[in-house]
């Protein structure tokens, strides 16, 4: 089993930034890549960003040159500094996980960023 905590979301005006974290604790090996999704109210939850241990990273097209994704593995924690939010990126922010040769995928309790109009 792994466990995901997320922490860092809050309330931001239009163009502010804020860095969320993901620990990962209980049974990490196999664990390569590791992801942001998020969920606006009434759409889709969406992949955001991923990251995976040696460092490469893949972007939504809505986010790229705004969000950085990174990885501290020696602290099993994934963080995503988002800079000049938007109205649209308000949302509750999930990260995710998988492990080599296990079926389940993993995702944390949520974290939520609000950008107001």
């Known amino acids: 089993q792994v466990q995901l905590v997320e922490s860092g979301g809050g309330l931001v005006q239009v163009g502010g930034s804020l860095r969320l974290s993901c620990a990962a604790s209980?049974?990490?090996?196999?664990?390569?890549?590791m992801s942001w999704y998020r969920q606006a109210p009434g759409k889709q939850r969406e992949l955001v960003a991923t990251i995976t241990r040696g460092g490469t990273t893949i972007y939504a097209d809505s986010v790229k040159g705004r969000f950085t994704i990174s990885r501290d593995n020696a602290k099993n924690t994934v963080y995503l500094q988002m800079n000049s939010l938007k109205t649209e990126d308000t949302a509750i922010y999930y990260c995710?996980?998988?492990?080599?040769?296990?079926?389940?995928?993993?995702w944390g309790q949520g974290t939520q960023v609000t950008v107001p109009s």
């Open positions: 209980g049974s990490l090996f196999g664990i390569n890549a």
């Open positions: 995710n996980t998988r492990r080599a040769f296990d079926p389940s995928t993993y």
